[in-house]
């Protein structure tokens, strides 16, 4: 598993990082903090990516 920084996840989502720590505050994405700083699973966001994608019908 690996785990993407804050700066990493921006990048991979394109997105910048005070979005990222919107949706941490709210708890729209899954996270982890570790030593006080927030970490992020790549497989995790992948998954939550696809459990939130709207497909054209």
Do not use: A, C
């Given at each position: 598993?690996?785990?993407?920084t804050?700066?990493?996840?921006?990048?991979?989502?394109?997105?910048?990082?005070?979005?990222?720590?919107?949706?941490?505050?709210?708890?729209?994405?899954?996270?982890?903090?570790?030593?006080?700083?927030?970490?992020?699973?790549?497989?995790?966001?992948?998954?939550?990516?696809?459990?939130?994608?709207?497909?054209?019908?």
């Open positions: 598993m690996k785990l993407l804050i700066n990493e996840l921006s990048n991979f989502l394109q997105t910048s990082k005070s979005t990222i720590y919107r949706w941490v505050h709210k708890r729209e994405i899954p996270f982890v903090k570790l030593g006080g700083k927030l970490l992020f699973s790549q497989d995790e966001i992948q998954e939550y990516i696809k459990k939130n994608s709207v497909s054209n019908l």
